[in-house]
């Protein structure tokens, strides 16, 4: 199976959830990875999630569920009965079983959580009430933690107890009597050790750990700078109280990048996983707004130059360069703002050195384009004035833009609102407006 | 230590590098992560390199290193002597060093490969045949494979054998004779086995590998939908060549979001790493200059209907908002199709029936924000003729625009160039170019 674990092909399996009988598709089910079964499961039609769901192990469904997009488990729930739902939840890790609950309506939410084992439940509700995008809202519960001064071989039995519940045990954690965390044993030092030693001997004391209202995106760049695999949650007091799994993180590096390539350009984050036209309208639509109302503001300020460009057409020939110049390197900044800022690789301390780069490098661009233009304005229009003004108009419309998009994403964090919100129409709209103003203004005192 | 593992301050750090004695500072590093060793180096002075770089041991060098910046990379070589540079490379993973040396001079590399150990430099040499962005390039040579009819107790003494050697060791690749991968045996399954068993009989024998010339963003892919910690990369017959370690991955899904933010938006990938105004110019340049021939056919496409804009200047007054509706929705769709393609959310076979999708939301959006325009249009100008040219324009430059959004990077996916390069200054400008052209025609033959 190279770079793929689907066997048999793909589309073999959609007619078999349709035309199978039980046995086949039981047997060709088993051979196939479980993120391979939630493609499945988006693919068929309820009746194909029926069997799917009836057909395959407890522990298989529990990784099948957390792998299916958030749009369509309402219907995939729908197709399950609560009885066998209540076994997967149990069997479901506790983050996974928080967030697939989260998904659901109150009313099956409530249902399913009142027939789930006590303990599990309990601990399924504390999780959910931890924020979604926070540390807590990543972590799960299930883990394995050994007392400071147990021996190896007692951690080893530790481990045998809960192999069932904790499916990637590559580390045990190192507490104190009062459940405070003292560090952290990899499990091949565990294998080189005599079964005597204690576990305080062995295990790396310099563990880094986090709170559980940390926000996902720092978590997700400590775990980007520091190489975890497993990051411990503590409370208040330094009590162990969960752990979060790399593959969490890597979803969060990526949906975190998704979100804000699609704010940026004024587009909703769900367009990327459902393709709906009424959605996608909905999600555009404010942004749109947003530059309507500036190409509004926009047509009264070019009324109100209307002597102006009477007396010279030539004038609004060039109001869309000055628009394409200004908002491009805009939306230049303000990108890199908004990126840098949330992979950290931009010290918002440092923002303002990166401030007069960024209006430094609008200048500069502006006043090569800027004489660009003017040369191509002289040879075609022969109005050495003319090509002043268009001229100067780029080069203060391009420095003005540079500034504008480093500062509203900045102004943004600042005031703790997510920087991304600085989209693409925002930025441009403004600089659109200030630059028809800028453009105007002038060839109205020098023309 | 939470939410970081820096201790002391980062700021005293920097006064101990310049004032501290090697004593104080030598214990101070102990306390540090590798990671923050390195920010610390890319603060500091040639002097400070120098002095960081005698004090901390080789291994922890070797931990050092890859992670420095790559644009201080070549000054940092200069403040180590060569032999200590030696030594790092030989403690490095082969993945590190041959990222490593692929960052400096030819000469620098040369000078250090001829004086390491043969048979590491012989496998750095071989990884750093690879091209960098595939599986070959994030492939390190670090791993324990054991023969298939191996047993625990024999394992175990392979993995004591080589625990220095490989630093992350979670997982046992199994092979056959040939060196033919044939499973994966789990950490915590050789603990909870008794010696005399058989690897065969623990290890999981559904282990999905890949080809070394997997580019890197499907192999990033492949993590994130199957959770995996380490991939095996196998030759083209199947034999066991080398693993991909998550971390080196994590990187990965955020340097093709970055890269592909950053180009979408016509900068420079570099521009996040290096506050460099000349490197910006440089790198933005194209893109604007792009923007930059599009604005001088707008305006001689302007200029051929000089004649209906002197009849009518409020024409021009509203050519701002019919560009700039349709460089946003152009945007939109193109973000969403150059994402989706990169994540693979978007399946290029569906790419049709999402093209309606987007020209449908592009449509339907135009419908709205022309009829608003037209309202306005008419009450203002009291000229039903114009609000109806100016409604009508809007409608058709909005769905082109989505189809261009759509069409140019689908289009690049399909002649195998990167769809990122469908840049926002390249839909923008095709989609001014186009709406003006529209606008006006419709204005001409209505009015």
């Not at 330094?238 to 993180?249: A, E, K, N, S, Y």
């Not at 942004?287 to 509004?296: E, F, K, N, P, Q």
């Not at 908004?338 to 918002?348: E, F, L, N, P, S």
């Not at 923002?351 to 209006?359: H, T």
Request: one cysteine or more; a negative charge.
């Amino acid at each position: 199976m190279e770079g793929t674990a689907k066997y048999p092909e793909f589309n073999d399996l959609e007619i078999l959830v349709k035309q199978g009988s039980d046995e086949e598709l039981r047997e060709f089910l088993g051979l196939v990875h479980p993120a391979d079964i939630a493609d499945l499961v988006e693919q068929v039609d309820e009746e194909g999630r029926r069997r799917i769901f009836t057909l395959i192990p407890r522990s298989v469904a529990a990784d099948v569920l957390p792998e299916i997009e958030d749009h369509v488990l309402d219907e995939v729930i729908e197709s399950v009965p609560d009885e066998r739902m209540v076994h997967f939840v149990e069997e479901m890790d506790t983050d996974d079983a928080a967030d697939l609950l989260a998904e659901l309506t109150r009313e099956d939410r409530r249902r399913i959580l009142a027939r789930i084992d006590a303990s599990d439940s309990e601990e399924i509700r504390r999780l959910m009430g931890y924020d979604e995008e926070t540390a807590g809202g990543l972590m799960q519960t299930e883990m394995v933690a050994v007392l400071k001064d147990a021996t190896v071989s007692e951690t080893i039995e530790e481990i045998r107890a809960q192999k069932d519940e904790v499916e990637n045990l590559h580390f045990v954690f190192v507490v104190n009597e009062d459940k405070t965390l003292e560090g952290v044993l990899d499990l091949r030092d565990l294998i080189l050790s005599t079964p005597e030693r204690k576990v305080s001997e062995i295990m790396d004391p310099d563990v880094i750990s986090v709170k559980a209202d940390m926000d996902q995106e720092e978590v997700s760049n400590l775990f980007l700078k520091y190489n975890l695999i497993s990051l411990p949650v503590v409370g208040d007091s330094g009590r162990l109280i969960g752990r979060i799994w790399f593959d969490d993180v890597m979803d969060v590096i990526e949906d975190e990048a998704d979100e804000d390539f699609l704010l940026m350009a004024g587009a909703g984050e769900e367009e990327l996983e459902e393709l709906s036209v009424f959605k996608s309208v909905q999600a555009r639509l404010p942004w749109l707004a947003i530059t309507w109302v500036g190409g509004i503001v926009t047509s009264i300020i070019l009324g109100h130059f209307e002597e102006t460009m009477k007396e010279m057409v030539a004038l609004a020939a060039f109001i869309p360069i000055v628009m394409a110049m200004g908002g491009n390197v805009g939306t230049q900044s303000a990108t890199i703002v908004v990126r840098g800022i949330a992979t950290g690789k931009i010290d918002y301390k440092d923002i303002g050195a990166f401030f007069f780069g960024q209006v430094a490098v609008g200048l500069i661009l502006g006043m090569i384009i800027g004489m660009a233009t003017a040369t191509f304005v002289h040879f075609r229009h022969s109005a050495i004035e003319f090509s002043v003004v268009i001229g100067c108009a780029i080069v203060s419309v391009m420095g003005f833009s540079a500034l504008v998009g480093t500062f509203l994403p900045a102004f943004f964090k600042r005031i703790g609102v997510d920087p991304a919100i600085a989209t693409a129409p925002i930025i441009s709209t403004t600089c659109d407006i200030m630059g028809i103003f800028i453009y105007l203004t002038l060839a109205n005192l020098l023309l």
